[in-house]
């Protein structure tokens, strides 16, 4: 199986373990194609919707690997059990939703997450952060005209981020694409400050400015 830019970063990041919880499957690629690689002996693959669920369990089929990969209705990690996942994958959803995921309790034995928010990154961050946890890598993916933020995380504390890290994280200022993400984020910036600067209410406008402020100190 091939995948996008995208999954690959999130596929890339996961990485090898013993067993992997995909939170939000849909097409459930990502524990398909760890499986095909060998690169997981277990899987759960999860999501809150039963349409998504039967479209995992049609591709899982395909693959020929339902022994392998369960299928599981659930909101966020409610009903992962303890010790059934090493490697958790929240990808592809909303930073909002994503954090709220992070602020519930967990089942015990994860040993790694890794995040692919669509929006709201930043916060994403800051949940981690404020749910005991640590970032350990970081990727950027770009496809078609978008490029993804990929988070891969573990249990810790002591990693100090200030407001401006939260927003240009220091794991990816190393990325090849880093230059091309600043110029897009100033781009999506600028625009939605044209859009709001008429607007009576100046908070969404200030933040803008503020966030072309930080992206400008990296050009
Ligand atoms: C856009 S798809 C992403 C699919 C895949 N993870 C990816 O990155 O390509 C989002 C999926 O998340 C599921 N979802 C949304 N909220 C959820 C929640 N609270 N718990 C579990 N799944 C959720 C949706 O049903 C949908 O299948």
Known sequence: MN???RLSAVADLAGKSLSLADIGTDHAYIPIYLMQKGLISTAVAADINEGPL???DKNIRKAGLSDKI????SDGLDNIKDNEAETVVIAGMGGEIISHMLEKPKPLGIKKMVLQPMTDIPLVRRK???NG???TAERLAAEKDKIYTVIACEYGTGQVFSDEDYIVSPFIKDDPIFAEYINKQLGI???NLEKTKNAED???SAQFEYLISIYEKFI
């Open 133 to 135: 946890m640590i970032i």
């Open 3 to 5: 995948l996008t830019p």
């Open 54 to 56: 039967e479209r995992a």
């Open 128 to 130: 981690l952060h404020e």
């Open 189 to 191: 910036c600028k625009t």
């Open 70 to 73: 369960a299928l599981r209705l």
């Open 202 to 204: 100046k908070s969404f």
